[in-house]
């Protein structure tokens, strides 16, 4: 199992990304896939999942309306665009998938600042 992010970056306070997580090594339309974040000096906090089987989509309260995760079977690639970013937004973010254990991707940086 492999999980690749890609697209952070430095961004100002009210602009866009969009993180994807390529996966390869495993069937991706049966997992749910996770983002998760770590900024500076805190614990890894749970973003938002999206089951690729149901489509089921649960998100953090603090990212609920400015971030959408969604998922590309044919592509087996996950993503995560996130809108009207503030500076708290700042962190690496994480893929997880867990299947017959939990995988982890690289991470990608992602800095909001002006």
């Known amino acids: 199992v492999q999980l690749v992010e890609s697209g952070g970056g430095l961004v100002q306070p009210g602009g866009s990304l969009r993180l994807s997580c390529a996966a390869s090594g495993f069937t991706f339309s049966r997992y749910s896939m996770t983002w998760y974040r770590q900024a500076p000096g805190k614990e890894r906090e749970w973003v938002a999942t999206i089951s690729s089987s149901s489509g089921l989509i649960n998100y953090a309260d603090s990212v609920k309306g400015r971030f959408t995760i969604s998922g590309d079977n044919a592509k087996n690639t996950a993503y995560l665009q996130m809108n009207s970013l503030k500076p708290e937004d700042t962190a690496v973010y994480y893929c997880?998938?867990?299947?017959?254990?939990?995988?982890w991707g690289q991470g990608t940086q992602v800095t909001v600042s002006s």
């Open positions: 997880y998938v867990q299947t017959a254990r939990a995988y």
